[in-house]
T-cell receptor, first 114, second 113 residues
């Protein structure tokens, strides 16, 4: 079946602008995760959804970052008042559930803040 | 919280040789250890994983070993091929942090033909 998809693949924005990044998980996966990956680093956890609710948002760096998953499938990561330090690859992953935690990643969205 | 250290940061081998990447973790509550392969411009791909009730797992040319006492686990790739060239990440599921995956910093593997 189809894997995790993310759109857009690349996003260039100006400092101070608002951006939305979309993730479409594997069908049937109830758990969804957002990560951020800086150059030369491993993925860094941002937020985890179980169904529609954000079960753990402890990785969000500040209140400019917010994510939703209103129907328990597609998720959107929203970044307000973007800063140059937000530039990174934003990865989405999904797993069947928290116990069967084999996480499958999407291709990522490369965000560049000028 | 959990801390995962990964070594080496770069590894160059000749085609056909074996490659070994090692990781250590700090939290004894961690019980799930996946390995990911990431090619340039792509997302991480799960290649093998191991749970703490198993000491070793093998899938064709790839194997992972886990030493719970020493808190380290290793990825072994035998008969390396140029297409194995990529960045490899280890991770540990940290149940002390609500079960989030904590990743190492990665190992860039280059397989020379």
């Amino acid at each position: 079946g189809a894997g995790v998809s993310q759109t857009p693949s690349n996003k260039v924005t100006e400092k101070g602008k608002y951006v939305e990044l979309r993730c479409d998980p594997i069908s049937g996966h109830t758990a969804l995760y957002w990560y951020r990956q800086s150059l030369g680093q491993g993925p860094e956890f941002l937020i985890y959804f179980q169904g529609t609710g954000a079960a753990d948002d402890s990785g969000l760096p500040n209140d400019r970052f917010f994510a939703v998953r209103p129907e328990g499938s597609v998720s959107t990561l929203k970044i307000q008042r973007t800063e140059r330090g937000d530039s990174a690859v934003y990865l989405c992953a999904s797993s069947f559930d928290r116990v069967r935690n084999e996480q499958f990643f999407g291709p990522g969205t490369r965000l560049t803040v000028l | 919280g959990e801390n995962v250290e990964q070594h080496p940061s770069t590894l160059s081998v000749q085609e056909g040789d074996s490659a070994v990447i090692k990781c250590t973790y700090s939290d004894s509550a961690s019980n799930y250890f996946p390995w990911y392969k990431q090619e340039l411009g792509k997302g991480p791909q799960l290649i093998i994983d191991i749970r703490s009730n198993v000491g070793e797992k093998k899938d064709q040319r790839i194997a992972v070993t886990l030493n719970k006492t020493a808190k380290h686990f290793s990825l072994h790739i035998t008969e390396t091929q140029p297409e194995d060239s990529a960045v490899y990440f280890c991770a540990a599921q940290d149940w002390g942090s609500q079960g989030n995956l904590i990743f190492g910093k990665g190992t860039k593997l280059s397989v020379k033909p």
